[in-house]
């Protein structure tokens, strides 16, 4: 069974960056999507960014150009940098590890961006 650990959320101000991580809990071989997403209360669980095993990435049109999602296979983790944060980013971020048709939660991390 894979596992996922999320790091790195907290309260930030508006125009503040975090940094999210995402660990799996062994290294993946073959073809896999990771993601992440967020859910505010009251919303869907909505997709931010995902990021291919060949490195392909594809974004939110709300966090393009604020948002960077990148890898580091070595250390089995993903990572979401996100700058210029607006209230309307505040969440519960998910990261989310597809291969092989399934799908594979993390525990969720809380960021909060408020004055």
């Known amino acids: 069974q894979l596992q996922l650990v999320e790091s790195g959320g907290g309260l930030v101000q508006p125009g503040g960056s975090l940094r999210l991580s995402c660990t799996v809990s062994?290294?993946?071989?073959?073809?896999?999507?990771w993601g992440w997403y967020r859910q505010a209360p009251g919303n869907e669980r909505e997709l931010v960014a995902t990021?291919?095993?060949?490195?392909?990435?594809n974004y939110a049109d709300s966090v393009k150009g604020r948002f960077t999602i990148s890898k580091d296979n070595g250390k089995n983790t993903m990572y979401l940098q996100m700058n210029s944060l607006k209230s309307e980013d505040t969440a519960v971020y998910y990261c989310?590890?597809?291969?092989?048709?399934?799908?594979?939660w993390g525990q969720g991390t809380q960021v909060t961006v408020s004055s």
């Open positions: 989310k590890f597809t291969i092989a048709a399934s799908n594979y």
């Open positions: 062994r290294t993946i071989f073959g073809n896999y999507v």
């Open positions: 990021i291919t095993r060949g490195g392909n990435t």
